[in-house]
């Protein structure tokens, strides 16, 4: 057996060969002479299998991802600078400041351009696998059960990735026949419910066909597994059951040219208890195959004695940064040979030597202040709800002390904000005085790395327009802690997740908590993810009298509440919680408020810890569903453009 992305240069070649003028129409290629060689073995056969993966292999990129990009927590130098300079495509980054046209859409996946996938041609591309998957004479029966498993689970995929993105989509079941007519290639738009029924029906039809877990690590990693169906097919129903597509009044009245209701107006509660059944068979199936959430153990290199303040803050980084095989919670990742190598987007200079070499690292990927303020106090709880916590002075000076010193170095002056956090906060977030350890420099914990990033002088503060942290603030999850920046920049890469342990837990609490389920049955849930944080459990976090809200748990609203900060704060920086505020309907809510950071160009704390507006974000209604490209409703008089656009 081939490794899958051992071949990844041969299936975009061959993707590229089956391409149609007709972008995202579902007719049969004309190319039947390549189809019948593609398929006239097995080891062909398996060729195009891989060029089915092919599209999913190049969304490698998060800031190419909705979920990432636009989401408020990452925040981008400029709208042009960087692209000329970085050669990064800052589209989606651009779409917060307003420039998000239907003339010419960002993160465009419904044609493949500005930034998109063409994943209606992904789409067809599985269709052709599966009406030639009886060619090849020596493919054997239950090797083909498995690749037809595969192939329609990432038709379901990808159809879900539209669905996010433009709702009610035209499903795209099988190709059409190259004669047919102008009329037939007109497609229209599904409503919102068959949309989901279809994806689910694919996946539950590749499930028993699909492998729990892959066997053969070396050869096979990155396939589709039982676990990756059960889990994806969660996340469908627990965004098909929220406010975005369960009752949206804001879309009454969106029906195709036919009169046809795109979005049902009744908020259905049995889409909760059909998400809810699917989290419960994803997570129990994968705590039966041994999954769990990850923890660290001092490696070799480090010294015996760790303090436990690092291994707490390292058992969170290496949760996202672990190898995948050694990742205990790590369900789903990027593709194995692309590991994650562009971490020098993420991370700040730290040593003399790196400041001379600023060339190898930009760390311009800035995360605002009010992201930072979403993470936890150490007793588990909102900063601005903890009465042991100075929320008001929290913009202060403060200098680190021996108590602080691996988390803010020690007799460094930096804010009381960045003091007694969750240590997913010194996990997630680099800030100026901020302790980091690793980049090389293991052996003595005292003595680790830290920010200093106060004015251009500093090893990590502004050079240049390319080189530049607009925030004060980096997003340190994504760079493992292994990887080393000095007079060169050396990776140890990791493989990006698309979806975690932690994820299915707080899925499932969510789903039960809008069942309606009392919190005795949600909080086991939520707990098991605050106590791998080393952090309290909900009802001893909020009823220690240190909550101003002691009572917030205990009813549906106040655990919403609770649930989706938990979402935000886990799975921050991961794609995620972008997708999370946009089904919930919050996206609005937080780009109401400006982008915010420190002032950089002032080397006096006193001066540089002076909030400033970076830029005022544009959302509104309208953009919590992409736009269909102007052109493509001229070609097409049956489709029908989304609300507001």
Excluded at 226 to 240: F, P
Excluded at 408 to 413: F, L, R, S, T
Excluded at 438 to 449: F, I, M, V, W
Aim: aromatic share 12%.
């Amino acid at each position: 057996m081939k490794s899958l992305y051992s071949k990844f240069l041969y299936t975009v070649i061959l993707g590229l060969s089956l391409t149609s003028c007709k972008k995202y129409l579902n007719v049969t290629p004309d190319n039947v002479g390549t189809i019948d060689y593609a398929f006239r073995n097995r080891n062909e056969a398996e060729n195009y299998l891989f060029s089915c993966y092919s599209t999913l292999q190049k969304m490698q990129e998060p800031w190419m991802d909705a979920g990432f990009a636009t989401s408020g927590e990452l925040v981008f130098p400029g709208p042009k600078e960087i692209d000329d300079t970085q050669s990064i495509n800052a589209v989606g980054f651009n779409m917060m400041r307003g420039t998000q046209t239907s003339g010419t859409p960002g993160l465009n996946y419904w044609d493949g351009n500005e930034g998109g996938q063409a994943l209606f041609q992904a789409i067809r591309r599985c269709n052709t696998m599966l009406e030639n998957i009886d060619k090849p004479i020596d493919l054997g029966e239950s090797e083909k059960k498995r690749w037809i498993a595969e192939v329609k689970f990432l038709k379901a995929y990808y159809h879900f990735y539209l669905f996010r993105m433009y709702g009610p989509i035209p499903i795209t079941n099988v190709n059409l026949p190259i004669n047919s007519s102008i009329e037939e290639t007109r497609v229209k738009r599904n409503p919102v419910d068959s949309v989901v029924n279809y994806m689910v029906r694919l996946i539950d039809e590749a499930t028993p066909n699909l492998p729990n877990q892959i066997q053969n690590q070396a050869q096979e990693l990155g396939r589709i597994t039982g676990l990756i169906a059960r889990s994806v097919k969660a996340q469908i129903l627990v965004t098909a059951a929220s406010p975005l597509f369960n009752g949206n009044s804001d879309y009454a009245g969106f029906t195709n040219k036919d009169g046809q209701v795109l979005f049902s107006q009744e908020k259905d509660p049995k889409k909760w208890d059909r998400a809810a059944e699917a989290c419960s068979v994803a997570l129990n199936a994968c705590l039966a195959s041994g999954l769990k959430l990850h923890t660290f153990t001092p490696t070799a290199n480090m010294p015996a004695n760790l303090p436990q303040e690092l291994v707490n803050v390292l058992t969170f980084q290496t949760a996202i940064t672990e190898k995948w095989e050694l990742n205990t919670e790590l369900i789903w990742g990027m593709a194995p040979n692309f590991g994650f190598g562009r971490q020098e987007r993420f991370i700040p200079r730290l040593t003399a030597a790196s400041a001379l070499n600023i060339g190898s690292a930009q760390g311009f990927f800035a995360v605002p202040i009010a992201e930072q303020e979403l993470f936890y106090t150490n007793n588990g709880l909102p900063i601005d709800e903890d009465k042991t916590w100075d929320y008001r002075n929290r913009y202060t000076l403060k200098t680190g002390t021996s108590e602080d010193q691996y988390h803010v170095h020690n007799g460094y002056e930096t804010v009381k904000a960045h003091f007694k956090r969750e240590p997913r906060f010194y996990a997630s977030i680099a800030f100026d005085g901020g302790v980091w350890y690793g980049n090389g420099q293991l052996s003595d914990p005292a003595n680790a790395n830290y920010i200093q990033a106060r004015g251009t002088t500093s090893y990590a503060g502004p050079k240049d327009q390319s080189h530049t942290n607009i925030s004060g603030y980096w997003p340190k999850k994504l760079v493992n802690y292994l990887t080393v920046y000095n007079d060169r920049l050396t990776y140890e890469n990791f493989h990006f997740p698309l979806m975690r342990l932690s994820d299915l837990y707080l899925l499932y609490a969510e789903a039960l908590n809008e069942q309606g389920k009392s919190y005795g049955e949600i909080l086991p849930y939520i707990d098991e993810v605050r106590k791998r944080a080393k952090i309290p459990t909900v009802t001893e976090a909020w009823t220690a009298q240190l909550s101003t809200t002691p009572s917030k748990y205990a009813n549906q609203v106040g655990l919403r509440q609770i649930i989706h900060q938990e979402r935000r704060i886990e799975l921050a920086f991961e794609c995620i919680p972008g997708w999370d505020l946009r089904r919930w309907k919050e996206l609005q809510t937080v780009m109401t408020k400006p982008m915010q950071g420190w002032s950089i160009y002032d080397d006096q704390a006193l001066n540089y810890y002076r909030p400033r507006n970076l830029f005022v974000p544009v959302f509104n209604t309208k953009d919590y569903l992409w736009p269909i490209k102007a052109d493509n409703l001229a070609v097409n008089p049956n489709l029908v453009q989304n609300p507001f656009w």
